[in-house]
């Protein structure tokens, strides 16, 4: 099935990742990229890579540039391979796209991920499966807080090879980007309606960021990974924590606005 498959990524100063990942895509006739922006070298080395078609659109939402991505960039083939730019394919997961039919009843693969931090898989993270692998014409895009969801109109069957998450940006960059994640998460969680659990907990700093640390490092076991799991879950208390200073700021912004409101109202009366 390899032959009926267009992996597609997204990029946004990348240099540190996409080498790697498009190092796993040799078998890919046509790989499409996106980038909305790109300062550091990304499109330099984009265009050293003979399979790839590079366009350029300056970034909204999550959802309307996969929309871009994946209707209006001349893609040929039944099925898509949404990819961030810090993914790599394993072997085992592309001998399994190798097997597959292109028709054989499903419409999306659910795939799960490996986490790694500078090239060193963790025993396990936080990082859920993924529906990567889609048949066009059978899917919806939607924002879904930071990122987006992809609704998926038909079968979905799961594979058991898988892919490696392994984003070797700075943490400047990376703290640069909870900025702006945490912005869309607490506006999707506070005003939007999304009120799973875990959405409902992290509406309470700070239990989140000091529950979310604790489960890394031991319900997950990732003390036994050395510095690297202690770098993941340090990412996931302070990206959590952001969040919470987000709500707090809510929270006392609020207050101090209806404080001013009153007192306001106070002097009027007098």
């Not at 292109?102 to 396990?124: H, T, W």
Request: charged fraction near 25%; proline fraction near 3%.
């Amino acid at each position: 099935m390899l032959a009926h498959i267009t992996p597609v990524i997204l990029t946004y100063n990348e240099l540190p990742n996409i080498a790697r990942t498009l190092s796993h895509l040799g078998w890919a006739k046509d790989v499409v990229v996106v980038d909305s922006g790109s300062t550091d070298g990304t499109l330099d080395e984009l265009a050293r890579w003979a399979n790839v078609r590079v366009f350029s659109r300056p970034f909204d939402t999550h959802a309307d540039q996969w929309r871009y991505a994946v209707t209006e960039t001349g893609i040929m083939t039944s099925w898509i391979l949404r990819l961030d730019a810090d993914y790599q394919l394993t072997d085992e997961l592309i001998e399994e796209f190798r097997g597959l039919e292109a028709e054989n009843g499903a419409n999306a693969y659910s795939i799960a991920f490996d986490y790694a931090v500078f090239g060193r898989r963790l025993r396990a993270s936080l990082y859920p499966r993924n529906t990567i692998l889609l048949r066009r014409g059978h899917f919806k895009i939607r924002d879904n807080g930071h990122t987006e969801s992809w609704v998926v109109d038909g079968p979905v069957q799961f594979l058991r090879g898988r892919v490696v998450h392994d984003d070797r940006k700075s943490t400047q960059s990376w703290l640069d980007a909870q900025n702006r994640y945490m912005t869309r998460e607490l506006a999707e969680i506070a005003d939007g309606g999304r009120r799973r659990l875990r959405d409902r907990l992290r509406l309470i700093p700070p239990l989140m960021p000091i529950a979310i640390f604790l489960y890394c490092l031991f319900g997950k076991g990732l003390i036994l990974d050395g510095r690297a799991g202690l770098s993941y879950a340090l990412q996931r208390l302070v990206a959590e924590a952001v969040l919470s200073l987000m709500v707090l700021e809510r929270i006392l912004r609020s207050k101090a606005d209806i404080g001013l409101t009153r007192a306001g109202t106070g002097k009027a009366a007098g």
